[in-house]
């Protein structure tokens, strides 16, 4: 198989959009480049930004390895995502609304009425509801890799509460600090207007018609794994970071406490899963919610960020129509591809992916963060007649996708430079009448030679990602 | 047929509590059977925060109430009008029927659940009567006993023991209708008995969907089809979402709940 290497074209000749930055780090005083990596490290400590890895043993927290060598893309090739994440999440929303309204789109047989049946994802409570805005994601990350230059395929969908946002912003601000002379030297985009841009989607989607409306996060609480996240986002919106037991319902409202007494919240950025939201509507156990909340949602007093049940539209089974959901509600093709994807609750798909297997990457329907998945041509024989056991049991909770031929950019070794695979994750936010894709995003880069996996909790690293001003 | 109805509720804590929310489901739920002349809910101990429809067409209350509350009392009342349907009834809801096919926690079948159901799978009479047939049979071999489970208890355990309370008989009736593929729901509310003005409890009975007629209204723990006294609070996927009373007390105990139901024709 051979791969797209980003930096370099086959013939070893640099790719223009690193030719500035290439020039930089070949000049003599870059020589030392791989000792700063201890510095950069401790710009993270410094700043908390860890991660739990959970596994069955213990929790620990880490730090994500961040790999100093940019990842950069020209205007052009960003255009060509841009355009592709805009349109994909404008027709998630749309999906979302139909599915909780009229559900044209199964009537129309275009969906299968059973992907929505039998997924827990799918909430009876938000059935003829309309939230606030009329926005059901208001914060989209969408997965890509690049197979060959101008190829880009989703991988996955996030919608529910997708994350690692700032580890796209704390990325660029350590290199800001280490290299500023490099930002004069090339024209790359800003991500650092994210959280104000964050801010502003959210407060338009208050269900006041002020402009003053408060805004709040929601966090599990600090032993969660993205609660560095957590607390980093509300930091830099300068709004709160509230858990379960701050926040209560007054005058048919919900608010937190505050110094100075209750302070009604208009929009909640909600980092708690759906089950646990709510113990009045959904899990009865759950600590981590505000009972009552659904309540006063569906009375139309605040705004959820994301709305409960968005999960139905980032299923990795519905991922597989998301081609036919973009035509369905704009007319329009899919300007972004989809990753060929073997449904194994259909017989036809199963035996497909039994008999074949050792080529493909078999996940959970459900699943995310590398956990619980198969990449055929890495696994022994063992494994694979492991995971087929598996498979049979269960069929309708896998998915099985070609493995993918994902583009490299080089990582920053003793030895030099070698590369490594990596993918992407572009940031949208949705307000009323248009989406903002933030020019950048989360570069995931598979740390181990070879390795196809790019998750963090699998031993992935990050990369800062430059959108260029030029074309 | 008009009815004056009158439901008063009180609880009382033991521990104090330091906070308590409930989300109550006290008003009659309109549709072509029954319509509201008039209706109230008094609250005293607690204040109402929020009313609104929920998505099964429920009128939803949501009520909360203070540090060191040591009484709730809700009383909910007022006049209706119970048309006659024959026990069937329709409504306006964008909830897909087969929704109401998806097995629910409290309505799971279970083997047992499953075998009695064995019997009806090759029918091939009109759908009614299969509705009519599987009630009936239920109906001779449920025992209706006080007492003998908890609101906890799911379909198929209440199945088991052979014996239960209207919820019982109502979950393992829905669950046994969705195994033969029809939609089914939970009722709560209230059944009219005429020897008397004060009622016992709060009822439960279900609604099972036949196609080109509608929801029709199935008693099992009384075996027969509903009728104009019966009055409906709510209706839910199963007694989970239509519970005319759903609360959380934090950090207290509940040490009595006392129910008093009056209706007058």
């Known amino acids: 198989m051979s791969f797209y290497n980003e930096m370099f074209g086959d013939d070893g000749n640099a790719r223009l959009c690193y030719f500035k930055y290439l020039e930089w780090l070949n000049a003599p005083e870059q020589k030392n480049l791989i000792k700063r990596r201890e510095e950069a490290e401790n710009v993270f400590r410094r700043t908390g930004i860890t991660f739990n890895v959970y596994s069955e043993k213990e929790e620990t927290e880490k730090l994500i390895p961040f790999d100093l060598i940019p990842r950069i893309l020209t205007g052009d090739e960003w255009k060509i995502i841009q355009r592709g994440v805009e349109q994909r999440v404008k027709a998630i929303n749309s999906f979302l609304w139909d599915i909780y309204h009229h559900q044209e789109i199964i009537k129309a047989g275009i969906i299968p009425r059973n992907l929505i049946e039998q997924n827990e994802a799918f909430l009876p409570e938000m059935i003829g509801f309309t939230p606030p805005s009329g926005i059901y994601t208001h914060i989209a990350g969408i997965d890509l890799v690049r197979t060959s230059e101008k190829e880009f395929f989703v991988l996955e969908d996030n919608v529910r509460t997708p994350s690692g946002v700032s580890y796209m912003i704390e990325n660029r601000e350590t290199m800001y600090n280490m290299f500023p002379e490099l930002f004069s030297k090339i024209k790359v985009r800003s991500v650092t207007e994210y959280p104000a841009k964050l801010l502003k989607a959210l407060k338009a989607s208050s269900p006041q018609l002020v402009n003053d409306s408060t805004v709040a996060v929601l966090t599990p609480g600090m032993y969660n794994s993205a609660y560095f996240e957590h607390s980093f986002l509300a930091d830099q919106m300068g709004v709160e970071l509230v858990e379960s037991q701050d926040l209560q319902i007054i005058d048919g409202r919900v608010a937190m406490r505050t110094t100075q007494g209750f302070k009604i919240i208009d929009v909640l950025y909600r980092r708690v899963d759906d089950m646990f939201l709510d113990p009045l509507s959904f899990n009865e156990n759950s600590a981590l919610g505000v009972p009552g909340i659904m309540d006063v949602y569906k009375s139309g007093s605040i705004t959820i960020a994301n709305a409960p049940g968005t999960g139905i539209a980032d299923d990795k089974a519905i991922y597989s129509y998301i081609p036919e959901i973009i035509s369905f509600y704009t007319g329009q093709k899919a300007l972004l591809k989809n990753v060929e994807t073997w449904l194994c609750g259909n017989k036809e798909h199963l035996q497909y992916v039994l008999e074949n297997m050792s080529s493909l990457v078999v996940k959970e329907v459900h699943g995310s963060g590398g956990y619980g998945m198969l990449i055929g041509p890495a696994a022994s024989k063992q494994e694979l007649s492991a995971f087929k056991r598996k498979l049979v049991r269960n069929p309708a909770n896998y998915i099985a996708q070609p493995t993918l031929s994902l583009s490299t950019v080089p990582v920053l070794k003793k030895s030099g430079l070698a590369p490594r695979h990596v993918d992407l994750r572009p940031f949208a936010l949705v307000s009323r009448d248009n989406v903002f894709v933030t020019a950048g995003g989360l570069t995931r880069v598979a740390l181990k030679k070879g390795s196809l996996v790019v998750n963090s909790s699998q031993g992935g690293g990050t990369k800062d990602t430059w959108i260029l001003e030029t074309n | ?265």
């Open chain 2, 1 to 265: 047929m008009k009815m004056s109805l009158q439901n008063i509720v009180e609880f009382q804590f033991t521990a104090n509590p330091t906070y308590g929310i409930q989300r109550l489901r006290m008003t009659p739920k309109e549709s072509e059977r029954q319509k509201i002349l008039s209706w109230e809910i008094i609250l005293k101990g607690a204040k109402k925060e929020i009313e609104y429809v929920d998505h099964h067409g429920n009128v939803c209350v949501l009520l909360t109430f203070e540090k060191d509350t040591k009484s709730v009392s809700v009383l909910a009342q007022g006049d209706i009008e119970i048309n006659k349907t024959n026990g069937v009834t329709n409504e306006e809801s964008l909830i897909p029927k087969w929704l109401f096919k998806r097995h629910t926690e409290l309505a799971k079948p279970g083997a047992a659940i499953k075998k009695f159901c064995r019997d009806f799978t090759g029918f091939t009479g009109p759908d009614l009567d299969l509705v009519y047939k599987v009630a009936n049979k239920l109906q001779q071999t449920l025992k209706y006993e006080i007492g003998s489970t908890k609101v906890e208890t799911a379909a198929e355990e209440a199945f088991l023991l052979k014996k239960g309370v209207c919820q019982d008989f109502a979950h393992i009736y829905i669950s046994c209708m969705r195994l033969l593929n029809f939609p089914a729901r939970y009722v709560s509310g209230y059944l009219k008995l005429n020897d008397r003005k004060e009622q016992e409890a709060t009822h439960a009975w279900c609604e099972v969907y036949v196609n080109n007629l509608g929801w029709v209204g199935i008693d099992v723990s009384n075996n027969i089809i509903v009728d104009e006294n019966y009055v409906v609070l709510a209706t839910g996927f199963d007694y989970k979402d239509a519970k005319p009373i759903h609360g959380l007390q934090f950090e207290s105990e509940n040490s009595g709940i006392k129910t008093a139901i009056s209706i007058q024709q």
